[in-house]
């Protein structure tokens, strides 16, 4: 079966390519229904602050602190003018917490001396303030400002490289060129089920490719395990016995510790 998924898509044209992706970006919109983002946050300036303690951490971790840290630090002028030994200390569990005080501490500054205290909502003004990529931009407008845009994380890398999407390490390039194949108004969900679908199925080291949906259209297939038992019990999170069940597989054969097991950051 591998080598006839791999002959299949040795051949396919650019349009075909469009095509299956777009068949794929369906199914697993199918696939994780409940797919989010996973930092807390109730103002564009929240999510800047969440995406920026985000690096070298997990989203659990930054949900931890942020209620403390939201309630003491309101506006960008509350960043600007903090003490920095105190917000070092309520960053300190994030990791990195020196340099994301920094960031803080600048961004606030910056938003208060150029953009009147406010977060702007475009991309080319979001890049330039401190603490900020193209990555953390597309986050905070994708989902705070309703702007479609594609996160390039860890785990949407390696799948899109995976689905024969793109060949490509370099983020930017491939944000370019998933972009071209997924209608605009699906970037910011897809990016979402991409992240849920990386965490719970196509794992770094071995993906269950035997209770994957996307096994019939995944250049890929037999990276990891094709037989169904070994691959169901390679499923993570919360409603992995629902993933097995989507995918044609025996839910039973999902174990219990799958159900409970943290997903992959």
Known sequence: MVVRS?????G??????????RKMAKVLAETHPDAHIELDFTT???????????????????NQVTPTLFKRYVTAADYAAADRTELETLL??????????????????VLVEKHDGVLPSKLDELVKLPGIGRK????????????????VDTHFRRLTNRFGWVHEEDPVKIEFQVADLIEKRDWTMLSHRVIFHG???????????????????????GTGPTEAAAAAKLLKGPRARELAAAAGVDPDLVPAAAVTAPEAP
């Not at 791999?6 to 040795?10: E, I, L, N, S, Y």
């Not at 199925?201 to 995944?218: D, E, I, S």
């Open 92 to 109: 300190r569990p994030t990791g990195f917490f020196r340099a994301k005080t920094d960031s803080l501490m600048k961004l606030g500054q």
């Open 199 to 221: 965490r719970r199925v196509c794992h770094a080291r071995k993906p269950a490719c035997g209770a994957c949906t996307l096994a019939a259209m995944c250049p890929s297939y």
């Open 44 to 62: 564009p300036l929240e999510l800047a602050v969440a995406t920026i303690l985000s690096a070298q951490t997990t989203d659990v971790r930054v």
């Open 136 to 151: 953390t931009a597309n986050v905070i407008l994708g989902n705070a400002f309703g702007v479609p845009g594609i996160t």
């Open 12 to 21: 396919e044209t650019p349009i075909g390519r469009k095509r299956r992706a």
């Open 6 to 10: 791999v002959k299949r898509f040795a």
